[in-house]
C-alpha cells in the first residue's frame, strides 16, 4: 500500500516540485489547498479556509505524513498591520486547524513536517554563523517564525515525531524570488542592494525537496533543521554571479538602502539584512547537497 503525503499549500512553488518527487518515489500526495482543484492520477485535492476553521477532515484521516508548508507570501505586499496579521495566522492558525483534525479523531502520523525559514535568525550582519540552537530574533520575521514553530510543538505534543525545515532563499526556475530578479539582470540592469554585504543562504529547490523527503524517511531526524548552503554569497557575490551568467559586469551603484525603505517599507528587511546558516546538522542526517556551487546552482534556474 503506498503512503500518503498531505501537503498544505502544496499548489505552491515549492509544494509542486515537492509533489513531483514524491510522487516519482512511489508516495501518493494529498494537497489542501484554499481553492476547487480537479483530482489528478496520485494527487487529490482537499478544501480548507483557515479563517473560518473549515477543512475537509478526509485529507487528515488518511495521511501517513504531512507536509505544513501553507502560508501567505512574506514577500508579496507591504507589511501593513493587516498584512502582518495575515502572514502570521495563514501560518499559525493552520497548525492549530491541523492540530485539531489530529486531536479529535486520535489520528496518529508518521511524521509532521513544517516549513520555517532561516529569517529566525534575523538580522546578523556579522561573520557569525547561525546555528539551529540560536534564539529567534526580535524582529518581525524572528516572530513569524517563532510562532510558527511553537504551534508545530502542539502537535509533538500529541507524540508526532515532528521536522522543522528553516529555509534559505530557494531557487527555481522562473519561481520564487528569482521570478522577480531575472527580467532586470537579464536587461544588464541589476545590481546589488544597499550595502551588499548581506549574506544570503540559498538552496536549490531540488535539495530543499530532497531535504523533506528524507525528514519523511529517517525517523531520527526531528526538531529544526537549517536548509542552506553555508558559503560566503552576499548580495554583491550573488549579484555579480547573476550578472556574469547574462554576460556582463554590474555597471550600475547599488540601490541605496533608503529607496528600498520608502518603496518597500519595513519589508525591506527581506532584502537588506542576511545572516549565515550552519548547514552542519543537515550534513550529519547523510545529507548531501547536488548544488553547493552558486554560480552551477544559477544556471541550472536559468
Ligand atoms: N520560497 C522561498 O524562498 C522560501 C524561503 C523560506 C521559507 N519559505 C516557506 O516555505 C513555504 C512554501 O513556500 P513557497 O515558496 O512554495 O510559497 P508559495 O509559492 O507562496 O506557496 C504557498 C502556498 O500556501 C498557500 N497559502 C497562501 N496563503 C494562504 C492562506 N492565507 N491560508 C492557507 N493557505 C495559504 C497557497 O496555496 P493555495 O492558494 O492553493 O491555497 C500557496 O500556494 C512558505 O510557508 C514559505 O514562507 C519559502
Not at 532563499?169 to 540592469?189: A, Q, T
Not at 543562504?201 to 530543499?208: N, S, Y
Not at 529544526?224 to 554569497?233: L, S
Request: net charge positive.
Amino acid at each position: 500500500m503506498k503512503k500518503n503525503v498531505l501537503i498544505s499549500g502544496g499548489s505552491g512553488f515549492i509544494g509542486t516540485h515537492l509533489t513531483a518527487l514524491l510522487l516519482s518515489k512511489g508516495y501518493t500526495v494529498s494537497i489542501l489547498s484554499r481553492s476547487e482543484k480537479q483530482n489528478k492520477a496520485d494527487v487529490f485535492y482537499y478544501k480548507w479556509d483557515v479563517a473560518t476553521q473549515f477543512i475537509e477532515e478526509e485529507a487528515v484521516l488518511k495521511a501517513d505524513y504531512i507536509i505544513h508548508l501553507a502560508g501567505e507570501n512574506i514577500g508579496e505586499k507591504r507589511w501593513t498591520a493587516k498584512r502582518k496579521a495575515a502572514i502570521i495566522d495563514s501560518r499559525e492558525k493552520s497548525s492549530q486547524l491541523l492540530y485539531m483534525v489530529l486531536k479529535k479523531h486520535y489520528k496518529k502520523l508518521d511524521a509532521f513536517i513544517s516549513a520555517s525559514a532561516v529569517g529566525i535568525y534575523g538580522a546578523v550582519n556579522g561573520e557569525e554563523i547561525c546555528t539551529e540552537n540560536d534564539a529567534p530574533a526580535n524582529d518581525f520575521l524572528g516572530y513569524v517564525c517563532q510562532k510558527w514553530e511553537d504551534s508545530i510543538d502542539f502537535i509533538e505534543n500529541l507524540n508526532i515525531r515532528t521536522v522543522k525545515i528553516r529555509t534559505g532563499l530557494v531557487l527555481g526556475k522562473n519561481e520564487g524570488f528569482l521570478k522577480k530578479l531575472i527580467p532586470l539582470f537579464k536587461y544588464r540592469l541589476g545590481s546589488a542592494i544597499g550595502s551588499g554585504k548581506q549574506y544570503m543562504p540559498w538552496i536549490h529547490v531540488e535539495d530543499l525537496c530532497t531535504i523533506y523527503l528524507q525528514a519523511i524517511q529517517n525517523a531520527e531526524m526531528s526538531g529544526p533543521y537549517n536548509a542552506a548552503v553555508t558559503d560566503n554569497t552576499n548580495n554583491t557575490i550573488f549579484s555579480k554571479t547573476l550578472a556574469r551568467i547574462f554576460g556582463y559586469s554590474i555597471w550600475l551603484p547599488n540601490v541605496p538602502a533608503i529607496v528600498l525603505k520608502m518603496v518597500l517599507g519595513e519589508m525591506s528587511i527581506i532584502v537588506l539584512t542576511g545572516r549565515r546558516v550552519s548547514s552542519e546538522k543537515i550534513l550529519q542526517t547523510g545529507f548531501n547537497f547536488k548544488f553547493k556551487n552558486l554560480e552551477q546552482a544559477l544556471k541550472d534556474c536559468l
